[in-house]
């Protein structure tokens, strides 16, 4: 895979990942459900002269983040470079993407506020409250294993390595094993995983079970990589443990892919 397509497939990923996570933030937070209560607007997400593109659609009071590119929206922020809105989405320094449509100066700060709740995905975030540790953890889950679904659907060599001999599997994440927790699983299947919000129906190959929200956020952040968060207990695998290191490699693969050193 070449830098470029790399760029284009962590643009995906971003788009398909993490964006589309607005839409838990605004349904965790009466003020910003009531802010875009009256909106009927599109706000395009988008790079010059270059694919992919997403948008998100406000309307009947709620947001809905669809790829592709919109006939006519209301505003629309432009990167000139697909660095730019990765390393924008990486919380790294980039230039400032063109807006079309600025004359909605007051939609458009509202808006930048919206996408600013995705600060909450950056490791050095502190939450404010338990609840919001809980919608943290939510997202970064939810986040990780799309990111899996779209990393080896656009080609990830390591990904691709790590699941091509596999047979049919279902992996679980959950926490404290209440259902009032966040819970997320994927399946893989030979050449493919496709992720799932909840828990599964079918019992899973393998379950990793977070001890409490602090041990999830301590995994999910990397202050603790797979290995140690097993033998400390802040995770406790379920089912058949050796894949658990696998599974901890396929979700460190995905930071390292999102958020590389420079």
Not at 81 to 87: T, V
Not at 216 to 225: K, P
Request: include cysteine; glycine fraction near 6%.
């Amino acid at each position: 895979m070449t830098e470029h397509e790399e760029e284009i497939l962590r643009a995906k990923t971003f788009l398909k990942a993490a964006v589309p996570l607005v839409e838990e933030a605004v349904e965790a937070d009466p003020a910003k459900k009531n802010m875009i209560a009256g909106w009927n607007c599109a706000v395009q997400l988008s790079v010059l002269n270059e694919e992919p593109a997403a948008y998100m659609e406000f309307k009947d009071g709620s947001v809905k983040v669809i790829q592709g590119r919109h006939a006519n929206p209301t505003i629309e922020l432009c990167f000139k470079k697909l660095k730019h809105m990765n390393d924008t989405f990486a919380g790294n320094k980039a230039p400032m993407p063109k807006v079309k449509g600025i004359w909605h100066l007051i939609l458009l700060l509202k808006v930048q506020g919206l996408l600013n709740s995705l600060q909450m995905l950056m490791p050095e975030y502190q939450c404010k409250s338990e609840e919001e540790k809980v919608l943290k953890v939510k997202m970064l889950l939810l986040m990780v294993t799309r990111a899996m679904e779209e990393m080896v659907k656009g080609g990830d060599e390591y990904m691709i390595r790590m699941i091509k001999a596999q047979r049919k599997k279902i992996v679980e994440w959950t926490v404290a094993q209440r259902d009032d927790m966040p819970a997320v699983y994927i399946r893989i299947t030979p050449g493919k995983v496709k992720a799932f919000e909840g828990r599964s129906k079918r019992r899973p190959y393998l379950a990793m079970d977070f001890r409490d929200v602090d041990s999830a956020l301590a995994m999910l952040t990397s202050q603790v990589n797979p290995l140690e968060a097993q033998k400390s207990g802040m995770v406790v695998p379920r089912g058949t443990a050796e894949f658990g290191v696998k599974a901890g490699s396929l979700m460190l693969r995905v930071g390292n892919f999102l958020m590389p050193e420079n």
